[in-house]
């Protein structure tokens, strides 16, 4: 038996003498403090003397570690988003298990803690309100915890995003791991996309060419496994720009969730985020404005959900990166669209998987790229896709009828991506997802049909009395972040029931709202200002003419300068939505949409400096 080893920590001068502690030697902790080794997990925690490096090796031995890792090797944070009430998330706990497989064969210490897991499918008043207190709760744990790197296991549309932020604020180095899309849906013998399937077959069914039969049996059908939505919706969006970025494995983004590569590729990356720490390789150094160009040509080419524009915009503030709605339009013009995937084409992400993923993309339009971006790999993006390959099955016998990822030469179109829109009516911006939106509606003049509400638009809906026809132009005001709050997934509004019982099946719709990534239609976004702080969203009434132009990137209400000013002398804000909590806090700080819709006290990048002692 052995004292404790000597210390000047007045603290310490009460303790009893202690039995059965290891030598200095044995314990893996240096011969005093003087012995840093340059990992905060280390020199802050477990390699510490006296008390505290007791109280923090003891604890942790109560989960059977063995002295051994406390030997000065790499902690790896494992930031898990798994619940169950997060369908999307569900399997992530399996996936952390495979990672951790990785960070032991590297000679890490892996640990997995949770973080707040936000279901796009269950968690209202909408995720995105919670987007930032998530990347709160990343920051936190990961500033105030001993690690070295960290793991981020992510999947829903928010996690993905949310995670980033709080992990590029703290800046320790970090790598993605998403739990890959579901496979394909079926339905009566086809494939049907999660998302996307769902505002067709409500539309078919209010028009009365769907049965209710039907119905229940292409909802029972739709998600088979676990694994996010299989469109090129927001998930699948983010877990592309999350590799376009640099952030994730080359190829690792489109993998099926069931697909034993996914745990195969998990396993990978815990081994590459232990050499991650030795390199110093942080977010700082991979998330650079390079990056960024990447990333937005990127979801210009695989028809990439408009969400995206908002959450790049918020992690580029995260690590002190200039980048603007002007940039996004400018890189993202005469980009080819190439893959041919829902709600914007045919098929779904086990398909882009299949045909080459992400990387057969990148490849295609490398010429567009910032080649020499460093990633997660170590390596550029040219060097990560130089060998990808672009596999196109179409003709084959029981394949799809042409290619889902098409060549370069050949795409489904040119500039289709996410186009910025300003005018008097959005004088900061407005984005609308181009392939997904009508063409012969991307020039448009309409009336205006005014909703304060979403709730005053669902009551309205079906009823055969309202006026409106197939050139109206359908407005939904204070649903922006601040005015729901939040910023919900409600800027696709159903096609009145009295229109899509005659076929129609697209209007022109703006708002200060979102859609979501799986859904489709000519569906202006964003309006910034939001209705809700006095935009001119806000001033548009019922009558009112509207002028869309896509192509000029023009977005106009037809109402004089003098007539504004009276209305917006005669505009009294609305009552905020609550006078507590987080939505309180959210309400008082976020800002708009053209800023990524962040709070505005998250900013910048603080850093992993270790805080003071806790006992």
Known sequence: MTDLPPTDDPRDADLPPATGVPTPEKAGVPDGPEAPNGLRSYDHWF????????????????QGFSEEVFDGRPVIGICNTWSELTPCNAHLRRLAESVKR???????????????????????????????????????????????GTVLLTGCDKTTPGSIMGAASVDLPTLVVTGGPMLNGKFRGCDIGSGTAVWRFTQERNA?????EDYAAAESGMSRSNGHCMTM??????????????????????????DSRRYSIA??????????VHEDLKPSDILTRDAFANAVRANAA??????????LLAIAGR????????????????????????????????????AGGLPAVLREILPLLKADAITVTGKTMGENVANAER????????????????????????????????????????????????????????????????????????????????????????????????????????????????????????????????????????????????????????????ELDVPARRLHLDVSDEELEKRRADWQPPAPPTDRGWARLYVDHVTQASKGCDLDFLVGRTGSAVARQSH
């Not at 390699?47 to 109560?62: C, D, V």
């Not at 983010?238 to 190829?251: D, F, H, N, P």
């Not at 695989?302 to 959450?311: M, Q």
């Open 319 to 354: 690590v002190g990166v200039e980048l603007s709605l002007d940039d996004m339009d400018e890189w993202a013009r005469g980009v080819p669209w190439l893959a041919d995937l829902q709600p914007s084409g045919q098929y779904l992400m086990e398909d882009f998987y299949y």
């Open 267 to 276: 396993q990978q990356a815990g081994r590459r985020i232990v050499e991650m």
């Open 391 to 546: 596999i196109d099955w179409s003709g084959q016998e029981g394949k799809p009828g042409q290619a889902v990822i098409r060549p370069v030469g050949n795409p489904l179109g040119s500039g289709a991506g996410t186009a910025v829109l300003k005018g008097n009516l959005a004088p900061d911006g407005a984005v609308v997802k181009q392939s997904a939106a009508s063409e012969r509606l991307l020039q448009h003049r309409g009336k205006a049909l005014v909703f304060s509400s979403i709730e005053e638009y669902d009551l309205a809906v079906d009823d055969p009395d309202l006026d409106v026809d197939e050139d109206t132009v359908l407005v939904l005001q204070n649903a922006g972040p601040r005015g729901y709050p939040g910023m919900p997934e409600v800027g696709n509004m159903t096609i009145p029931r009295k229109l899509a019982e005659i076929g129609v099946d697209d209007m022109v719709r703006i708002s200060d709202a979102r859609m979501s990534g799986t859904a489709y239609g000519t569906v202006v976004l964003h309006v910034t200002p939001e209705a809700a702080v006095g935009g001119p969203l806000a001033l548009v009434r019922t009558g009112d003419w509207i």
């Open 208 to 212: 009365g060419r769907m049965t209710e």
């Open 102 to 148: 990785g960070v032991w064969q590297a000679g890490g210490f892996p640990l997995e803690f949770p973080v707040m897991s936000l279901g796009e499918t269950m968690l209202r008043p909408t995720a995105m309100l919670f987007r930032n207190l998530l990347s709160m709760d990343v920051e936190e744990s990961l500033r105030g915890n001993p690690i070295d």
């Open 47 to 62: 390699g510490e003397q006296g008390r505290n490096g007791f109280i923090h090796r003891s604890w942790m031995r109560a």
């Open 233 to 258: 919706g927001t998930a699948s969006t983010m877990a592309c720009m999350a590799e376009a970025l640099g952030l994730q494995l080359t190829g690792s983004a489109a993998i099926p969730a069931v």
């Open 302 to 311: 695989i028809g990439g959900s408009t969400n995206a524009v908002i959450h």
